[in-house]
T-cell receptor, first 109, second 113 residues
Framework: GQSLEQPSEVTAVEGAIVQINCTYQ??????LSWYQQHDGGAPTFLSY????GLEETGRFSSFLSRSDSYGYLLLQELQMKDSASYFC??????????FGTGTQLKVEL | NAGVMQNPRHLVRRRGQEARLRCSPM?????VYWYRQLPEEGLKFMVY????????ESGMPKERFSAEFPKEGPSILRIQQVVRGDSAAYFC???????????FGPGTRLTVL
């Protein structure tokens, strides 16, 4: 089976940096993705890591350590619009995604 | 280029009725995935389809649920004899199958009375 753990809630102030961690246990692993979801709307893709290391896309970066079964999403220069739920998801084979339970990020002034 | 489309956006059914949820993938996408999300929870994989084929249905309940993706037309997720526990948001996603990004639709919110 597969399981992914994330903190349920994170709060940070506008302009700050926040890191959302994800640990996983899987029977198969091809890569780790991150998705953002606002108010129960359509999840949108943020990043994908198949290899160890850091991937940077604008204000968002994602890190993966396959040996530690661990990854994180780093959000810099936080803006109010970043308040949302963030999900890590494992691709374990066959293209399907197994999602974590999600981290609700609240950005405050 | 239109995104993934789902309809209806909201669906209310009484216990015992049938629910039909439709999903039109993005243009050029032949891979469709269905996920279910309960309030305050993550998305749970249900089924993965390509045109006219079910690739992986390991997340589908064995009874009452079925899915199809015909050669022509949208993908359909059908829930027969709905029960209150079926109330959830059902999201469809599509991809080319060649990369790792899945594009999600706005979801169908099913409420069973």
């Amino acid at each position: 089976g597969q399981s992914l753990e994330q903190p349920s809630e994170v709060t940070a102030v506008e302009g700050a940096i926040v890191q959302i961690n994800c640990t996983y246990q899987t029977s198969g692993f091809y890569g780790l993705s991150w998705y953002q979801q606002h108010d129960g709307g359509a999840p949108t893709f943020l990043s994908y890591n198949a290899l160890d290391g850091l991937e940077e896309t604008g204000r968002f970066s994602s890190f993966l350590s396959r040996s530690d079964s661990y990854g994180y999403l780093l959000l810099q220069e936080l803006q109010m619009k970043d308040s949302a739920s963030y999900f890590c998801a494992v691709t374990g084979g066959g293209n399907k995604l197994t999602f974590g339970t999600g981290t609700q990020l609240k950005v405050e002034l | 280029n239109a995104g993934v489309m789902q309809n209806p956006r909201h669906l209310v059914r009484r216990r015992g009725q049938e629910a039909r949820l439709r999903c039109s993938p993005m243009k050029g996408h032949s891979h469709v995935y269905w996920y279910r999300q309960l309030p305050e929870e993550g998305l749970k994989f249900m089924v993965y389809l390509q045109k006219e084929n079910i690739i992986d249905e390991s997340g589908m309940p064995k009874e009452r649920f079925s899915a199809e993706f015909p050669k022509e037309g949208p993908s359909i997720l059908r829930i027969q004899q709905v029960v209150r526990g079926d109330s959830a948001a059902y999201f469809c996603a599509s991809s080319t199958g060649r990369d790792n990004e899945q594009f999600f639709g706005p979801g169908t919110r099913l409420t069973v009375l």
